[in-house]
Structures are given as C-alpha cells and as structure tokens.
C-alpha cells in the first residue's frame, strides 16, 4: 500500500467541486443550474475571493502538496466555469505529481 503522500485522489470531478463551492458561497445546491451562478452575485469578485476557495477545495480534494492556483488572464465569471478551472488545476497537479513518484 503506498503511502499517504503518494496516493492520487482522480475521482475528483467538476460536480463534486461544484457542489463544494456552492455550499462555500452559501448558493442552496437545490438550484437548477449551479454552474451558470455568476460569481460577482455571491461576492466572488477578486483574486483573493478566488483564492480563498482554491483554498478550501485543495483542503478538500487536493493532495498536500497543492500549492497555489493559476489565475492567467481573466477570472471565471460562473460558479461552474471556476469549478473547471479548479478541477483542470486539482489533475494537472495531481499528473505532475504522478510523474514524480513513477520515475526511478
């Protein structure tokens, strides 16, 4: 069995993340379309809005050695945009860190 920093949770999908970030915002996740929300009407409206929920996601789903998100450009401007962005984030770390751990 590996170790704890050597396992990779890739069950993660943008759903999950979406539901988490919902629930963070305070949106009730009975809504129809969580992902069409945008952020500016639940107070995600800057980078350090952002990265306070890249925070608690990376707690949530991500390994320990997430480290911060890459905000390139223009923000997210819907719940379920930044949900991907955050899922592309949490896989391109976690295959970076795969990579790592397989190579002799």
């Keep these: 069995m590996p170790a704890e920093t050597h396992q990779f949770g890739n069950d993660v999908d943008t759903g999950l993340i979406l539901?988490?970030?919902a629930?963070?915002?305070?949106v009730d996740d009975?809504?129809?379309?969580?992902?069409?929300?945008?952020l500016d009407s639940v107070g995600v409206d800057d980078d350090v809005a952002v990265l306070h929920l890249w925070d608690a996601?990376?707690?949530?789903?991500?390994?320990?050695?997430?480290?911060?998100?890459?905000?390139?450009g223009e923000l997210p401007s819907t719940l379920g945009e930044l949900a991907e962005l955050f899922h592309a984030q949490l896989g391109a770390r976690g295959a970076e860190d795969a990579d790592t751990v397989a190579a002799p």
């Design 57 to 72: 996601v990376a707690e949530e789903y991500g390994e320990r050695s997430v480290g911060e998100v890459e905000l390139d």
């Design 30 to 38: 009975g809504d129809a379309d969580l992902g069409g929300i945008p």
């Design 19 to 21: 539901e988490l970030l």
């Design 23 to 26: 629930t963070l915002v305070g």
